[in-house]
T-cell receptor, first 115, second 112 residues
Framework: AQTVTQSQPEMSVQEAETVTLSCTYD???????LFWYKQPPSRQMILVIR??????QNATENRFSVNFQKAAKSFSLKISDSQLGDAAMYFCAYRRAGANSKLTFGKGITLSVRP | DSGVTQTPKHLITATGQRVTLRCSPRSGDLSVYWYQQSLDQGLQFLIQ???????AKGNILERFSAQQFPDLHSELNLSSLELGDSALYFCASSQTGLQGYTFGSGTRLTVV
């Protein structure tokens, strides 16, 4: 069974600084997808970024980028120029390739941003 | 607005009761997934439907059931409710899943 581990329950960052959120996963599959979701206080689940395992290039979406290390089964999220609106819970998630497979989530990390 | 609609947004009910949560997926999405988010358990996968058929089951209790109708909306039925069923229930939809899921805003269930 696939598992996703987020070992840090909380992190804090100064506004305008950079922070990295860690995630590791375990799978025997070679083709899969990884995601980071953001859950602000509104509780809405928002897709931040995704990575296809077959792509070596790390995904980037504006201030958000990932460090994908396939051999190490590591998938960290870097947030640059942190803003107050980035304060939220962040979930790392995995799904194997193939249509309509389920998402497996880590337990999440609460990120606070200090003004 | 994500395009996935969940109703109701909040529900308060007594132990032993039965409730129905409703989800309308994003236009064009054939798959619907249900997740439960409680304080200490994170996001737990409950069940998946694809075009009306059950595709996968997760940690769904026997007291819970779901279905997806021909118009693709889905309902999650929770019966014999217990205090521990209090949680946020999310519905999500996808086409092929390559883009990740699109989540609804959730139904907050409180069992008293």
């Amino acid at each position: 069974a696939q598992t996703v581990t987020q070992s840090q329950p909380e992190m804090s960052v100064q506004e305008a600084e950079t922070v990295t959120l860690s995630c590791t996963y375990d799978t025997s599959e070679s083709d899969y997808y990884l995601f980071w979701y953001k859950q602000p206080p509104s509780r809405q689940m928002i897709l931040v970024i995704r990575q296809e395992a077959y792509k070596q290039q790390n995904a980037t979406e504006n201030r958000f980028s990932v460090n994908f290390q396939k051999a190490a089964k590591s998938f960290s999220l870097k947030i640059s120029d942190s803003q107050l609106g980035d304060a939220a819970m962040y979930f790392c998630a995995y799904r194997r390739a193939g249509a309509n497979s389920k998402l497996t989530f880590g337990k999440g990390i609460t990120l606070s941003v200090r003004p | 607005d994500s395009g996935v609609t969940q109703t109701p947004k909040h529900l308060i009910t007594a132990t032993g009761q039965r409730v129905t949560l409703r989800c309308s997926p994003r236009s064009g999405d054939l798959s619907v997934y249900w997740y439960q988010q409680s304080l200490d358990q994170g996001l737990q996968f409950l069940i998946q439907y694809y075009n009306g058929e059950e595709r996968a089951k997760g940690n769904i209790l026997e007291r819970f059931s779901a279905q997806q109708f021909p118009d693709l909306h889905s309902e999650l039925n929770l019966s014999s409710l217990e205090l521990g069923d209090s949680a946020l229930y999310f519905c999500a939809s996808s086409q092929t899943g390559l883009q990740g899921y699109t989540f609804g805003s959730g139904t907050r269930l409180t069992v008293v």
